[in-house]
């Protein structure tokens, strides 16, 4: 079946470090992913996106990578910040319906 | 650009009483708004998508006689929570997909949080 999913719930970072969240997805047809940001008691925010004929994309201070032979996908920050606090969903949009299957989310705690 | 707002952000009701939720995109049309269902510390699982002028379509496992949904325009689409109970306390958040653009991008809400007494 399809699903995506995130290797770890939680992560710990000291801040101005670089923060890494993975996410496995099991489509191989899956062709399009985003990274939301999710603050406590607030929706998700669009963190970065990257459709399957792209390896790597970089934002501000993000970068995604895909690997689609291991169906893989990871989450890059660099130099975090106390504000990069918050839950981090990896997405995967459906081609067809356009609707969107979530990760379980990593949680992401910056320490001073 | 590209806002999209719920009302209300938070509401408290009675078990039994009925509840709704109004998703509006702001400043762009969406002929798609997309309902989710987020409990403490799980992610966000779709509802039901909501196609303006037609009937949604709801996921499995979600009662459409008790999510009821209408998409009234291409700026607004209502959740009503029908004879809730306390297991329906939930945080709900919409989100609207654009008409113009990349056809492909969600703009989402803030949530709405809703607590069954």
């Known amino acids: 079946g399809e699903s995506v999913g995130l290797h770890l719930p939680t992560l710990s970072v000291q801040e101005g470090d670089n923060s890494i969240i993975n996410c496995a997805y099991s489509n191989s047809a899956s062709d399009y992913f985003i990274w939301y940001k999710q603050e406590s008691g607030k929706g998700p925010q669009f963190i970065i996106d990257?459709?399957?004929?792209?390896d790597k994309r970089q934002g501000q201070r993000v970068t995604v990578l895909l690997n689609k032979t291991v169906k893989h996908l990871s989450l890059q920050i660099a130099a975090t910040q106390p504000g990069d606090s918050a839950v981090y969903f990896c997405a995967e949009l459906g081609s067809n319906d356009y609707k969107l299957s979530f990760g379980a989310g990593t949680t992401v705690t910056v320490r001073a | 650009g590209a806002v999209v707002s719920q009302h209300p952000s938070w509401v408290i009701c009675k078990s039994g009483t009925s509840v709704k939720i109004e998703c509006r995109s702001l400043d762009f049309q969406a002929t798609t708004m997309f309902w989710y269902r987020q409990f403490p510390k799980q992610s966000l699982m779709l509802m039901a998508t909501?196609?303006?002028?037609?009937?949604?379509?709801?996921e499995q496992g979600v009662e459409k006689d008790k999510f009821l949904i209408n998409h009234a325009s291409l700026t607004l689409s209502t959740l009503t929570v029908t004879s809730a109970h306390p297991e329906d306390s939930s945080f709900y958040i919409c989100s609207a997909r654009s008409l113009a653009g990349a056809s492909d991008t969600q703009y989402f809400g803030p949530g709405t949080r809703l607590t069954v007494l």
């Open positions: 909501s196609n303006e002028g037609s009937k949604a379509t709801y």
């Open positions: 990257i459709r399957s004929n792209m």
